[in-house]
Nanobody, 122 residues
């Protein structure tokens, strides 16, 4: 089992930046891919970004490409999401994820964190 704990969410204004962190623990060796999903009010949960174990492959949703950067520090078992040029439509609960492969469907995610709220005001 993998436990994921997000932090770093908050309230910011449009155009601001925010950095999310997620600490992983437990049997992380079986879930080398870490990522982020988000769910806005009244919307379905959607893929944001994912990163493989060595960090060579990074995938992003089109809506965040060029603005968000995913990274990881395996010595700390932590994945990060640097969010720049935030927009009101980025407002959502952001969930850290872990699994064996890169997936873009929430139905295929192995493990979920509890979520952290990001609110972007206009």
């Amino acid at each position: 089992q993998v436990h994921l704990v997000e932090s770093g969410g908050g309230l910011v204004q449009a155009g601001d930046s925010l950095r999310l962190s997620c600490a992983a623990s437990g049997r992380t060796n079986s879930s080398p891919v870490l990522g982020w999903f988000r769910q806005a009010p009244g919307k379905e949960r959607e893929f944001v970004a994912a990163i493989t174990w060595r960090g060579f492959n990074r995938d992003y949703a089109d809506s965040v490409k060029g603005r968000f950067t995913i990274s990881r520090d395996n010595t700390k078992s932590t994945v990060y999401l640097q969010m720049n040029s935030l927009k009101p439509e980025d407002t959502a609960v952001y969930y850290c994820t872990a699994g064996g492969t890169v997936v873009t469907s929430p139905d295929l995610v192995g493990y979920w964190g509890q979520g952290t709220q990001v609110t972007v005001s206009s």
